[in-house]
């Protein structure tokens, strides 16, 4: 039987939650014993190849191109896990939530203290993503499976979680994992 | 602080003595004068009536009809109730936007004429319907509303508005306005001939003891809408302890589609006057409160001076009917645009001077009300039935009407029928015989009660109107087949979430969550389990909520669900692939498309994958 496949992303999230997969140091080669990965930063194969079994979501989402990346996500995964805060709750990134886009953009492009910018052109490549009108956490686009919380989550939080969902077992993890103070 | 401000509030704090239960009197009062309750104001009503600012502001932010910030000498609010809005509020509001260069809830940079709306004035007969003022606009289309705006602007006198005169006492020199009172059907109760005092004569006659008896007999139950048993209320009241009992008369007739006691009040003041003095011999009490809705001030008038007319005739004041130690006055109380106070602990608070809020029960009213006192709360149809009652006698009354609901009902009639107005007819009528009545043979639904009562369809017309069976407290609303049920429905949960004082979550947060729900199935992407969820919150928010608004504000959904679910399921897709359905990309993306001058490489994709199952 072939081994179940994982595909992971990170949408707009700062990668500090795939840095966090990857602090599970030489697990990884256990990890890679259990499964394949399937799309994902870390192999940096593109698009899907097949049925996955699970989807590690970091970030939520803020662009055109991020909802697009989740549907395929659960279109592609048994089971879709938001990892960390950004992919809960929008995390960091929905701090410009309150502001209307338009002056998000303004300032960030026009105003800003720090902009040099003679054209006073907001970018608008087709190439570019289009910013939504706030950064919507996983949930709030598609059905997601369980959430672990953690800015990021740790290393171990993620391990047992994977593991426990690859052995078909239920994710109980031990209090040490859930408590961040 | 101005002089001019100073003066209108000391002016209006003494008027009420300084009494700080007298709040409602002295901040409409000050936002007659000035146009707001400015918090200047609010800080020197505070100190005038040694009470806390707070206390001055909750009332201030409560009320529609009340305004922290400054508004225009004229205030045009037009009806946006779902009625109105069918005869075409909407583009009459447009054109009162368009004609005076600004949008709804603005004023005009002179400062002098604001824009808003309101949920039902009570003229749904006449509709679309607009208060300037305290002055009715009544029948209104765009051209009118255009040339109604220019009037205003060139004389600022909204009363030179008033053309042709109502019918009726609507055209008497203290009222002078332009309603209609559409009476199509007068009955044996409340619209028949009525010689002042004649059944005062006869309660005074009788024992106190006596006239709860008849009206025990009589069988009359509460005609507001819960229909809650009349002699049994003042049976509770008379047995309560405490020597200073009151009545109050509820006239904030504000269950959308609700018109009669407008034309009760306009037409048959004295019966319902009488009413409540009979009230007052039956259950001991020295005071009588009116409490009349904001939107009916143009009736103020004609009101006192039917007061005073009974006061000079004897038949209020002391020692009434030459019966030593019968000392029973009534005040008129004017509301200040809240739906909530027509619940009668609201409405307490509301005489109370407080914010509209609902109050716990127990006590019930009838136990503890008005400043604590036992009070007993009727409607104003009630208290005519009761005058009548005794005028008549209770055999004659309870004869009249059906088996289990006695006497007659005045219906008020609004919609897609030829013949809207007011009906009084006996209880027992069937609803197509109704319908037959007032012209409505096209009918495809019936909203019978109001909002918070049930919409029913044409498998429910051989239903009769009484209690055992379709009840209501006066409001049938009539739509014709080509009307579309969800957004009936939907205006009506708009209207709750407006209306609903905030105190009780289920109420507060159930509403919005109706409306979330509604709007994303009448949006297309409502999924079968949608039902079921709103079923299930519209039974907490029945269950779990705090008085009768937000215990009846899930009927509009769970009604239309039950006597229309072939509507809904024709707008219900299949479940998605795990997409939340809320979830709107391209309302979304939007506000980037419009910046960016290009549509987004996904724009349409939500769709096309829904479809695509």
């Known amino acids: 039987m072939s081994k179940p496949k994982v595909a992971t992303t990170s949408m707009c999230g700062c990668f500090g939650c795939h840095m966090s997969i990857l602090d599970i140091d030489d697990r990884i080669l256990k990890l890679v014993e259990l499964i394949e990965f399937d799309k994902s930063p870390i192999n940096d194969i593109k698009s899907f190849t097949g049925r996955c079994a699970i989807g590690l979501l970091e970030g939520g989402v803020a662009n055109d191109e991020n909802y697009h990346v989740l549907k395929a996500f659960r ?77 990021p989550p740790s290393a171990d939080t993620i391990w047992e979680t994977l593991v426990a969902l690859l052995s078909g077992k239920p994710v109980a993890l031990p209090y040490s994992l859930l408590k961040y103070d | 602080m101005s002089e001019a401000l100073s003066t209108v509030v000391k002016e209006a704090c003494t008027a009420a003595d300084r009494d700080p239960t007298r709040l409602m009197d002295i901040v409409n009062q000050v936002q007659r004068k000035l146009g ?34 400054p508004q225009g000498k004229i205030v045009i609010r037009v009806c946006n109730d779902v ?34 709306t309101t949920p039902c004035v009570g003229m749904s007969d006449q509709a679309p319907a607009a208060l300037i003022n305290s002055h009715v606009l009544v029948d209104l289309d765009p051209s009118k509303a255009r040339h109604i705006a220019l009037q205003l602007k060139a004389s600022g006198d909204p009363h030179r508005l008033v053309t042709k005169l109502g019918d009726g006492n609507n055209a008497h020199e203290l ?35 006596e006239v709860i008896r008849d009206v025990k007999t009589s069988r009359i139950r509460g005609r507001g809408g819960a229909g809650f048993p009349t002699g049994m209320k003042w049976d509770f009241a008379r047995a309560a302890p405490g020597d200073r009992k009151v009545v109050i008369c509820n006239a904030d007739e504000g269950e959308p589609g609700t018109f009669k006691d407008r034309v009760i009040l306009t037409e048959r003041a004295s019966l319902m006057f009488e009413g409540m003095t009979i009230a007052g011999y039956a259950i001991g009490a020295d005071l009588g409160i009116l409490y009349l809705r904001a939107e009916y001030l143009y009736l103020r008038a004609l009101l006192e001076s039917i007061l005073d007319e009974r006061r000079a005739a004897g038949l209020l004041g002391k020692g009434i009917g030459g019966k030593a130690g019968f000392d029973f006055d009534i005040r008129i109380q004017m509301g200040g645009g809240a739906y909530v106070c027509g619940e009668e602990t609201a409405l307490i608070s509301s005489c109370e001077g407080k914010r509209g809020d609902p109050k716990n029960r127990p006590p019930f009213p009838a136990q503890k009300g008005y400043l604590g006192r036992p009070s007993v709360v009727n409607n104003v149809e009630t208290f005519c039935c009761v005058a009548r009652v005794l005028e008549q006698g209770a055999g004659w009354f309870a004869q009249l009407g059906s088996k289990g609901t006695s006497g007659t009902k005045v219906l008020s009639v609004s919609g897609d029928c030829k013949r809207p107005g007011v009906y009084e007819l006996e209880f027992g009528i069937t609803l197509a015989a109704l319908l037959k009545l007032v012209g409505a043979e096209d009918a495809g639904a019936v909203q019978v009660g109001g909002p918070s009562g049930q919409l029913v369809g044409p498998a429910s017309f051989e239903r009769t109107i009484c209690y055992d069976d379709l009840a209501t407290g006066g409001s049938i609303m009539v739509f014709n087949r080509s009307r ?25 947060v159930g509403n919005e969550l109706l409306k979330e729900r509604l709007d994303t199935i009448i949006a297309g992407r409502g999924e079968p389990s949608d039902l079921a969820y709103l079923e299930e919150l519209g039974a907490i928010m029945k269950l779990a909520s705090r008085c009768g608004l937000g215990q009846t504000s899930a009927n509009p959904v769970l009604t239309t669900i039950k006597h229309f679910r072939p509507e809904y399921e024709a707008r219900l897709r299949a479940p998605q692939r795990g997409e939340q359905r809320r979830f709107d990309f391209n309302a979304a993306v939007a506000g980037a498309e419009r910046i960016a001058g290009h549509q987004s490489v996904q724009h349409g994709a939500h769709e096309e994958h829904g479809t695509a199952e």
């Open chain 1, 75 to 151: 279109e592609n995964c048994d089971i879709l896990i938001s990892v960390g805060e950004c992919a809960k709750n929008g995390g960091v990134p929905a701090l410009r939530n309150p502001i209307p886009l338009q002056e998000c953009l303004e300032e960030a492009y026009l105003r800003g203290p720090t902009v040099y910018n003679p054209l006073q052109v907001i970018p608008n490549d087709v190439e570019i993503p289009l910013l939504l009108d706030k950064v919507y956490p996983c949930h709030e686009v598609v059905k997601i499976d369980y959430h672990l919380a953690g800015c």
């Open chain 2, 36 to 69: 707001q309750v400015s918090p200047t104001a609010m800080d020197l009503i505070a100190s005038e009536l040694g009470c806390q600012r707070v206390e001055v502001e909750s009332v201030v932010s409560f009320y529609a009809f009340l305004s922290a910030e």
């Open chain 2, 83 to 116: 009625i109105d809005r069918l005869e075409g509020a909407d583009a009459v509001l447009d054109a009162f936007a368009d004609a005076l260069g600004i949008r709804v809830g603005e004023t005009t940079p002179d400062g002098r004429i604001t824009l808003m």
């Open chain 2, 175 to 209: 009222v002078q306005s332009m309603v209609h009172n559409n009476i199509h059907q007068t009955g044996p109760v409340v619209f028949a001939e009525f010689a002042m005092g004649s059944a005062l004569r006869k309660a005074l006659s009788m024992t106190p003891q």
């Open chain 2, 484 to 508: 579309d049920i969800l957004g009936i429905a939907r205006g009506f949960v708009e209207f709750f979430c407006e209306e609903s004082c905030g105190y009780c979550t289920p109420c507060r």
